[in-house]
C-alpha cells in the first residue's frame, strides 16, 4: 500500500487533501513504542483494538484490492493460526490473514489480528517455509501488542491518520455510502501501518517469537533467512522508486540478519513438505496479480515451465494456473486437458472445484452429483461447500441447499458467503421474509449495519405474524445497541 493508493482513496471520497496528505511527510519514520510496562492509558485495550480492527476490515472488504477467494483466504488463515499456536507466549487476539492484490512484496498488520500480505509476497516466496517466516514475524508483532500500543500512541499525539480514519468509519455508521467509504478506509489502514514503523528493537522481538512459532510448527527456518534476503534485494531495487517496501515498515539491519543466522546455525536441520494447498494458492494468486495482457501472458509462459520442468504437486500447481488461464478464455477444451495433467500429481479440492464448475456448463445433473462425492473428499473445503452449494442451486435443489447452509453457517460462522446464498435459496423458494432475514445476518457480519437494519424492516412489512415481528424488532434494537456501543468507542480516537 503505497501514498498513491492513498490518494486513490482520496478522490474517491473528497476527504480534505491537506489533512490526509500532511502524515505522509511522517512516512516510515519508526515510531519509539512505550514498553510493555508503560502506563495502561496509553495502550489499547484488546476488545478496543479488535472492534478498530474489526472497523476496519468491515470497510476494507471493498476495497478492490482485497482478494476475496473464500479457497485462499481460508489457507492463509489456516497456516496464520497454526503458526499462532505454537507463540511463545498467549496472543490476546485471533489471527486472519488475507491476501492483496499488489506485486510488491510487502506485509503489514491491522490492529485486531488481522494480517494483510501482498500477493507479491506469496509469489515471489520459493517454499512454503519462507512465507510462514514471514507471516510468523507479523503474528509476532501481534503478541508483542506492538500496533496497539503504536496506535494508542498515534490518536494521542498527532494521529492524524487515526482521526481520519475513524471519521469515516463513523461515517460509514452512519450509513454514508458503504463502498465509497470502504475505499478509502483500506488505504488509510494500510497507510496508519506505514506511519507507525516499528523500532529496531521490536523488529528483534518480532524476529524471535516468529523463529519459535515457524520451528514449533514445522517449518524449515532456513527459509526465514532466504525471504529476508529476498526482502532486502528488494527494498534495494524499491529504493530508485520512491520505496514504499516491506523495509520501510519493518527495518532490515545487518544486525537483524545476523541474529536470525545465528539462531538458524543453532538448530538442527527440519526439512518441512510444502503443502499442495501452498503451491495452489501462489498459481492463483499470480494470475489474480497479473493486471494486464502483458503480466498474463508472462504468468501463463512461467506456469507452462514449470508444468513442464517441475514434479509432483509443483507439477500439478502450474497446470491447474494454466486451467484458470484457460477458464478466463472460455477455452473449456483446455481446461479439461490442463485438470487431467494436474490430476496425474494430485488430488486437491481445487481441482474438483474447478471440474465441478466445467461440468456444470453442460450436464448439471452430473455436476451436482459430482460436487456431492466431491464434497465427501473435502470436508474441511469451505469453497468445496460453495460449489456444492451452487451446483444444487443450479438444479433448483434449493430446499436441500438451505439444510446443507444452515450446517455450514454453524460449521463455520464466520464466512459470509454462506449468508448470500441461502438468501438466495430462500427467495427462489418463495420465502421472501427468510430471504430478507438472511440477507440483513449477511450484511450484519459484512458490517454494513444500517442496510442490515434497513431489510430487517422490510421483512417485518413483509410478515404480518405477531410473533415473527416481535422477533425481528428485537434484532433491530440489538443491531441499533451495536451501532450506538461502536459509535461509542470509535468516539475515543477522534481527538
Ligand atoms: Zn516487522
Not at 55 to 68: L, S, T
Not at 271 to 282: L, T, V
Not at 322 to 345: I, M, P, S
Amino acid at each position: 500500500m503505497d501514498p498513491k493508493h492513498l490518494l486513490k482513496g482520496l478522490i474517491c471520497t473528497g476527504l480534505s487533501l491537506a489533512l490526509v496528505m500532511t502524515p505522509v511527510s511522517v512516512l516510515a519514520q519508526p515510531v519509539g513504542l512505550p514498553s510493555l510496562g508503560a502506563s495502561s492509558s496509553s495502550e489499547l485495550s484488546p476488545a478496543l483494538e479488535r472492534t478498530l480492527g474489526d472497523a476496519i476490515m468491515e470497510q476494507g472488504r471493498h476495497d478492490p484490492d482485497y482478494i476475496a477467494d473464500l479457497d485462499i483466504n481460508q489457507y492463509l488463515t489456516q497456516l496464520g493460526r497454526r503458526l499462532a499456536a505454537q507463540a511463545p507466549q498467549t496472543i490476546d487476539q485471533r489471527i486472519t490473514v488475507f491476501p492483496v492484490r499488489d506485486p510488491r512484496i510487502n506485509a503489514f498488520a491491522l490492529p485486531g489480528g488481522y494480517i494483510g500480505i501482498n500477493s507479491g509476497m506469496i509469489v515471489s516466496s520459493g517454499t512454503e517455509s519462507e512465507l510462514a517466516g514471514v507471516l510468523a514475524h507479523e503474528i509476532g508483532h501481534v503478541m508483542q501488542r506492538h500496533i496497539a500500543r503504536g496506535i494508542a500512541q498515534q490518536s494521542q499525539g498527532t494521529g492524524i491518520m487515526v482521526a481520519t480514519l475513524v471519521g469515516a468509519l463513523l461515517a460509514a455508521l452512519a450509513g454514508q455510502g458503504d463502498l465509497a467509504m470502504g475505499v478509502a478506509t483500506f488505504g488509510q489502514a494500510a497507510a496508519i501501518d506505514r506511519q507507525l514503523g516499528f523500532s529496531r528493537s521490536a523488529e528483534q522481538e518480532a524476529d524471535r517469537a516468529g523463529f519459535q512459532m515457524a520451528r514449533k510448527a514445522g517449518f524449515d527456518v532456513r527459509g526465514m533467512v532466504t525471504m529476508f534476503q529476498r526482502l532486502s534485494t528488494a527494498s534495494r531495487l524499491n529504493e530508485g522508486t520512491g520505496g514504499g517496501g516491506y523495509a520501510s515498515t519493518h527495518p532490515l539491519s545487518i544486525q537483524r540478519m545476523s541474529d536470525i543466522e545465528n539462531r538458524v546455525r543453532e538448530t538442527p536441520v527440519q526439512a518441512h513438505e510444502d503443502s499442495a494447498a501452498y503451491w495452489f494458492a501462489r498459481s492463483h494468486l499470480a494470475i489474480i496479480q497479473a493486471r494486464d495482457m502483458n503480466d498474463r501472458q508472462r504468468v501463463r509462459l512461467s506456469l507452462q515451465r514449470d508444468a513442464q520442468n517441475e514434479r509432483g504437486v509443483r507439477r500439478a500447481a502450474a497446470w491447474y494456473g494454466l486451467a484458470l488461464l484457460a477458464w478466463e478464455k472460455k477455452d473449456y477444451a483446455g481446461v479439461r486437458t490442463a485438470l487431467d495433467e494436474a490430476a496425474k500429481d494430485a488430488q486437491a479440492p481445487q481441482l474438483d472445484m474447478l471440474a465441478v464448475k466445467l461440468q456444470q456448463r453442460t450436464q448439471p445433473a452430473q455436476a451436482q452429483v459430482a460436487a456431492q462425492a466431491a464434497w465427501a473428499r473435502w470436508p474441511d473445503s469451505q469453497g468445496m461447500a460453495v460449489t456444492l452449494a451452487q451446483a444444487m442451486q443450479a438444479v433448483r435443489q434449493d430446499k436441500q441447499v438451505v439444510a446443507f447452509l444452515q450446517a455450514r453457517i454453524k460449521q463455520w460462522p464466520e464466512v459470509s458467503e454462506f449468508k448470500k446464498l441461502l438468501a438466495d435459496s430462500y427467495e427462489r423458494l418463495g420465502e421472501r421474509v427468510q430471504a430478507h432475514l438472511a440477507m440483513a445476518d449477511y450484511y450484519e457480519q459484512t458490517g454494513a449495519l444500517p442496510t442490515a437494519v434497513e431489510l430487517l424492516q422490510q421483512a417485518r412489512q413483509l410478515d404480518g405474524d405477531f410473533y415473527t415481528q416481535s422477533e425481528i424488532d428485537m434484532r433491530v434494537r440489538a443491531l441499533r445497541d451495536r451501532m450506538d456501543d461502536k459509535r461509542a468507542l470509535l468516539e475515543q480516537f477522534k481527538s
